[in-house]
């Protein structure tokens, strides 16, 4: 993030109004005029650059200000740093009407570059990237080897190439083919000279000496990006520049026909051997353009591979190699899919370099390329890659969960391909999710879109019930590693704010034998099968459950929630779907302590829990002694209370016998016993310490089901009619006040009024409390002679005819 510094600035420029910025234009306008453009053009522009920068919406700028910024961009004179600016500036007004540029205007590469690069960001409203495609090839085409830089003009044309490739003709493609073909192969392999000599300087003291490899021997073979030196020749950097911008080259020229040289003939030069390369690629210069430049290519890589091979000397290469290492892998693999005849030539190499990588510390980032290979044409070449997948699923997240840049790829790269993975290799996938889950865990803000999209491919009937058990235990997961990654470092390497640096009690629980084995059962590679009651583990990680990770972790359950029972919904059967029902049940009061983790999981779970009901009614019926024992605990309403209010909607919604046949009405009569003495429990007793007031939202879906059990067993009609009278009575008197605000009283009392109507009437209380399915046809919606607002409107007269005949 930015210094307090950096902040401030940019709040300066934020807040400057257009009169201010106006009276700045004037003042910049005229030290543009100035024949002498010195530092202070330079501090004027940069504050200028800041103003236009700091805010999302475009500035506007004085007309005459733009003209003096476009006409210092083409000075053939003007200092670097100032042109530079001008472009910046002008990059960022951009899309404008008032920027009258043009590429012929620019007087060598540097200042083309520059300009390019301010008409690109124009966004091709007329046509801007098919004029610097052309301008760009012109000076291509007619450069001497002693002409002007390249340099600067290859990044804008890949960029021209990404943004219109359809722009570039045949002849242009082949010419570009061709100098990235010189680049590549024939750079010089002698170090630069030094920029300047000085007066001391001697012709043998500035002798260029040979470039090395990265282990500081002498280069063997031709140049290449992991080549060193302490001075570079031009065509050496137009060889690391034309590597960097070789794989969209290769992708957008694509396939094409073969050339001159057959498949057959250029197939029997294939080889191991330096002999047989270098025949190969001395046949290969025959070849077209394009086809020439995959050969040179293919070579370039398997030259990198070898460099990566070395030990660096310094930590600046190490890095280079493995970067290098990722790109040469990926080229490759795009060279295969253009042309088969390079996958047999490759798989040796890719072989090698996939059991080196499982010693070499560092590298993993090079495993996913090779993964993909290995994907994209393991069944053309018939070669077994189970050892890399399972590398990538098993030893990566458990090693490595806490980079993100890692996770995030191997989180991609498992998305992206599910249309390639075979039934075994996506079982491999399905069995790795707890691994796959540390990923997201540790880094779940970035990583929770990406595993909305994936959990679909990892949940079956064989893993939902572990998957949603570590889904609720994520953030204790979090912790978990949190811990474990702790436990590993040294105390120095801990930061003062670490909350397991403070308790060490902490660290010796991963050696006690009792937490241990859930340790390692929260911790595991691969699904089990198994569930544990991890509520030790709670205990002990709660001083954790203030970390922003864990936090962090846990805002992300409530939205995986959601897609996992998406997902499971599509192929839940009834065995199943009771399953889950139970581990609603049983879970809702056994989250790790998070704040606020609890009341957002229960509101999943208790919308969740009405769909699984909704898929399955019949799980009413058949959970009966569960949901009676849920509903025996007066605690339920207040710890659980949106979790009890869906049970207790579930059993008066689907408790019928038109849901199923097994039904009773001695099961209707236990059900209703039990929420009637819950309902008298909750309501008659006063609110206390330990049992504070009940939600009116619980009472009134209490009155609401017994209501419902009494229509279908109509026995309980005069005793659910005199609870409900009671309880209007009751919403009535003072003594509601101390339970329950004046609106929540009106609301219980409206309910009771209602349902005591509907009651007076039981074949209308059944008809509207228990429809039939017909009900759901749209016409009982549309047709005002059989809709429902009718039944209630009848009832409605019919109970006030009847109240005005009592005596008053």
Known sequence: MFTAAAESLLHQAREIQDEELQRFCSRVSKLLQEEDLGPTAVDSLQRLFLIVSATKYPRRLDKTCVDLL??????????????????????????????????????????????????????????EVKSVGQRIFTVLESRQPEGPSLRHLLPVLSKVVGLAPGTLQEDQI??????????????????GLPHSGGFFSTPRARQPGPVTEVDGAVASDFFTVLSTGQYFTEDQWLNVQAFSMLRAWLLHEGPEAPGTLDTDDRSELEGSTLSVLSAASTASRLLPPRERLREVAFEYCQRLIEQSNRRALRKGDSDLQKACLVEAVLILDVLCRQDPSFLYRTLSCLKALHARLGTDPGSERALLPLAQFFLNHGEAAAVGSEAIYQHLLSRLPSEHFHNPVLAFEVIRFCRDNLPLFDHHLLGVLKSSFPNLFKFLAWNSPPLTSEFVGLLPALVDAGTAVEMLHLLLDLPCLTAALHLQLRSSSTPPERPPWDASSRTPGRLEALRDPQCQGLFQHLLRTKASGSTERLTPLHRLL????????????????????????????????????????????????????????????????????????????SLVVELAKELLEFLGSVSNTQSRAGVFTSVVWAIGEYLSVTYDRRCTVEQINRFFEALEALLFEVTQSRPSADQPRCPPQVVTVLMTTLTKLASRSQDLIPRVSLFLSKMRTLAQGPASSCTHSEEDAEAVRTRATELLNLLKMPSVAQFVLTPSAEVCHPRYHRDTNTSLPLALRTVSRLVEKESSFLPA
């Open 70 to 127: 476009q006409a210092t961009l083409c000075l053939p004179a003007c200092p670097e740093q100032l042109q530079v600016l001008c472009a910046a500036i002008l990059r960022e007004m951009s899309p404008s009407d008032s920027l009258n540029l043009s590429c012929d205007r620019a007087q060598n590469t540097r200042q083309l570059s520059l300009v390019a690069s301010v008409l690109l960001a124009q966004g091709d409203r007329k046509q």
């Open 542 to 617: 709660q001083p954790l459950a203030s970390c922003a990770r864990v936090a962090q972790c846990a805002e992300a359950v409530p939205t995986l929630l959601q897609a996992f029972f998406s997902a499971v919904i599509q192929f839940a059967d009834e065995a199943l779907t009771n399953q889950l029902a139970l581990l609603l049940l049983e879970r809702s009061d056994s989250l790790y302590p998070v704040p606020q983790y609890e009341a957002h999981v229960h509101r999943v779970l208790s919308a969740q829990f009405l769909s699984l009901c909704q898929l399955n009614p």
């Open 174 to 191: 082949n010419l570009l083919s061709k100098r990235l073909v010189d680049w590549l192969r024939h750079a010089s392999v002698q170090q």
